[in-house]
């Protein structure tokens, strides 16, 4: 029941400040007048506000961006130790350099490297979480960049990538960071710049106690679907989630942005009719995965598990079995990878559904931006199924779905299945799959749960498997590269080709997109199209445990 109730207050918490947040978001992102700050940005870095750029131009500065991005975070930790408040760390080695950079940069936050033992103050602060905040803004940019597409009636351009960039860092992510990090160190997080403390333990012994920016880094860590944590332990540690309450506000940063930005996207195409249709399909899955999450491990799969009637390895007591499922699935369902419990431990089904969420593309509600043009990918292919079933071109939202929007549609969906099964496959013939701890069924799943994470810019680890090693850094560094910004290219391109047709007009052939029925249909695509590409995978890993 308390679980039950966890959830509930989310679900209620979420609903009250979906049509305010997501107005105001739309504000942000449609507004023409801009702030000194933002003005004095724009002239500081040459940019004109005015100027309107074409898909291809807004896709070059994503990518120019990212570029410069990475080639900075991997210079600034491969000096760390000559920078201020290095704390005595060395230099980060160049595979694990390049590994972190990718991670942070393409909103995936793999971490191979214990945080506090191997990062200094400076290196966390300007360097890691100002791409938490960056790289979440890449990924909302996008999304408005594909509703604009939409939206547009036989136009080139689709917005200015740095004026949303600005925009959305500036008016969104930052103020509510700093509400939250006050909030965080009310609730006895950790805000300092301490080098850390030595203390006595229990037994006698000596243990040092680290220090560090840990509030203000937590709340854009979850608020833009980021995941990287300031500790290894991640928000399994008390100085990053030191109770049951700060448990459940983290799952509603995880949720905000995703969770409103259908919101935007129906005011954007002047129908919230169908804002509420996005809503639906991906809170139906989110659902759907919680409870069974949930359920799989309070059932306690498994001998040992239920002769003590609980699922409590690698779960903290101070969250529970309930709360700490609904966390796994939410980081999950959303591009977060984030986690308060170690998913290695979870039951064999248990520990299916984290992967199985990321393999659905973690669209329910899926990382900030993201999420969105995931489902709108979807959409698009359920009317194009829905057209070949009643034999007309299809349409959505006024876009006839041609040729050339099949093809970047399903490119799109190709191209994650393709990194992730390509990666495990080679994990396991160049014999790389050997760092695992285990070996069997649940071997396989701990090398295909680190591919699906990376494949997909999650970045939450299933455990029990050794990635800091040059292999391993560099293939999941390539993992996330292409799994962020191939996808991201064809969602450009699919906004382009959209923006310069002209809006057709509904007819009685058309099919309405903001009724249950299209609901259920998205949601059978996204089941029968993107999850059984990886049924064969499964049915080997945590299938073949649990059976």
Avoid: C
């Avoid at 959409?379 to 876009?399: D, N, Q, S």
């Amino acid at each position: 029941m308390a679980g039950w109730l966890f959830v509930i207050t989310l679900i209620l918490a979420l609903a009250v400040v979906y049509r305010p947040f997501g107005d105001f978001m739309y504000r942000v992102v449609s507004g023409k007048r801009n702030s000194v700050v933002e003005r004095g940005i724009y002239r500081l870095v040459g940019i004109d506000p005015n100027s309107e750029q074409t898909w291809g131009v807004y896709a070059r500065s994503v990518l120019a961006f990212s570029a410069v991005s990475i080639l900075f975070l991997y210079l600034f930790l491969r000096i760390q130790s000559h920078l201020p408040l290095s704390l005595g760390m060395s230099n980060v080695n160049p595979h694990g350099a390049w590994n972190t950079a990718v991670s942070f940069v393409t909103n995936t936050n793999w971490q191979d490297y214990s945080g506090e033992s191997t990062m200094g103050h400076l290196v966390q602060m300007a360097g890691l979480s100002v791409q938490n905040f960056v790289s979440a803004s890449v990924g909302i940019a996008v999304a408005i960049a594909l509703v604009r597409g939409f939206a547009a009636r036989k136009t080139q351009t689709l917005g200015n990538f740095w004026v949303d960039l600005t925009r959305i860092t500036i008016r969104v992510l930052l103020p509510i960071s700093v509400i939250f990090a006050i909030v965080f160190i009310a609730a006895g997080m950790v805000q300092n710049l301490s080098g850390g403390t030595d203390v006595t333990t229990l037994v006698g012994g000596t243990q040092h106690i680290t220090g560090g920016p840990v509030a203000s880094q937590e709340v854009i860590k979850e608020l833009g679907t980021n995941g990287g944590g300031f500790y290894n332990a991640n928000s399994a540690h008390p100085f990053e989630n030191p109770t049951a309450w700060t448990n459940w506000i983290q799952i509603f940063l995880i949720f905000l942005i995703p969770f409103s930005l259908p919101r935007v996207f129906g005011r954007m195409v002047g129908q919230n009719r169908q804002g509420y249709a996005i809503l639906a399909v991906a809170g139906v899955i989110a659902l759907a995965s919680i409870a069974l999450t949930v359920g799989f491990e309070v059932h306690a799969g498994g001998t040992v598990p239920q002769a003590v009637s609980a699922a409590m390895e690698g779960k903290e007591v101070r969250f529970g079995v309930p709360n700490s499922a609904t966390f796994g699935a939410a980081t999950t369902l959303t591009s977060t990878g984030a986690v308060d419990g170690f998913h290695d431990s979870y039951t064999a089904l248990g520990g299916m559904m984290p992967m199985l969420n990321m393999m659905l593309g973690e669209v329910a509600p899926g990382g900030v931006g993201s999420g969105l043009y995931g489902i709108l990918i979807l959409a698009v292919i359920t009317v194009f199924v829905a057209g070949l079933m009643v034999g007309r071109t299809p349409e959505y939202l006024g876009k006839k779905i041609t040729g050339r929007e099949m093809k970047l549609a399903s490119l799109y969906i190709l191209t994650t299945p393709a990194v992730v099964l390509i990666g495990t496959a080679l994990a396991f013939m160049t014999g790389h799959n050997s760092t695992a701890l285990n070996t069997g069924a649940h071997g396989l799943s701990e090398v295909l749960y680190a591919f699906t994470s990376a494949g997909n810019n999650n970045g939450s680890a299933f455990g029990g498997i050794t990635v800091n090693t040059g292999w391993w850094d560099t293939s999941l560094g390539l993992a996330m590269l292409i799994g962020r910004f191939l996808p991201l290219v064809l969602v450009m391109a699919l906004a382009g080709s959209l923006a310069k047709q002209q809006a057709v007009p509904a007819s009685e052939g058309t099919m309405p997109t903001h009724k249950p029925l299209f609901v259920g249909m998205v949601v059978g695509v996204s089941i029968v199209v993107v999850a059984l590409t990886f049924f064969p995978a499964i049915a080997l890993g945590p299938l073949a445990e649990a059976f």
